[in-house]
């Protein structure tokens, strides 16, 4: 049956192009007042297709916005060690002004140790504990790109989430705790869901603002959600499809996250965003 669409989008491409265009313009301006330009490195283990592709429009992403990118490849058999070293020589790298990890990292290797090898100074894809604990006490750093991704598409279609119902289906370290945790910042009431929830179509159910970040195609029925919910997709699985079901979805909810096109360019906006922020702190350089 094909139901009819009801929800409005919320246009992640359109969110993320305003967020780049102000981000290229501070990144001149730190380019002009002190002749350095803005640098992310990033760092890839091991040649997966899925990640190189992922580094590879990173960077592209970079040089449209005016920041430099230099690109550390390691090759699959890399020791926790070694990388861990790699990456506490970008921390001290001066000209390196942001670090992104490429992940997952193969599986020998132990993520949090190279995650915590960052300098917070440099993590703007806000993957270390520091980050975390910084943004779950509601103090300045950077937030994981993805959860502070959804945020701004919230904000820019002015969704008030004070006293709202708000579910996460997802519980990773990245991107459904952290995003959570931002919801719960602005008054939410907060409830995860995982793979051992029990019922979890009651819960979804309950959600006024619901954050899909489960990793299976299509997971949440547009039957389980509430009428009128917000729903943010972050899930992005082969066919080009998200966790929840667009159609049936898009037919209850009030706005929606396409895929692509929603929460996804709003991930890498928020990345190239926190590297010229970060430039600017390292820098001395006020931006606008
Ligand atoms: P993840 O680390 O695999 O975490 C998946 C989460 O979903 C886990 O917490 C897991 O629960 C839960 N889950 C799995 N199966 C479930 C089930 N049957 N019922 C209830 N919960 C279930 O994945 P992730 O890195 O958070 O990514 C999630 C999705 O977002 C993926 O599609 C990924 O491609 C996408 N993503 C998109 C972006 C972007 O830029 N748009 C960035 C990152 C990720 P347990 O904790 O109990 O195992």
Redesign the pocket.
Known sequence: MTTAQTARLMDGTAVARRITEATAANAAKITEATGTTPCLATVLVGEDPASVTYVRMKQNRCAKAGITSRHVALPAETTTEELVAAIAALSEDPEVHGILLQHPVPHHIDERAAFEAIAPAKDVDGVTMHSFAAMSFGEPGFVSC?PGGIMRLLAEYDVELTGKRAVV????A???KPAGMLLLAQDATVTY?????VD?PSIVREADVLVA????AE?IKGEDIKPGAVVLD????EGNVG?VHFESAAAVASLITPVPGG??PM?IAVLLEQTVQAAGAQLGVELG
């Open positions: 993805t289906v997802g519980r990773s990245i991107l459904g869901c995982h793979s051992r929830t979890l970040a489960v990793g299976r997971f972050a899930g992005y699985n966790d929460v996804g991930t």
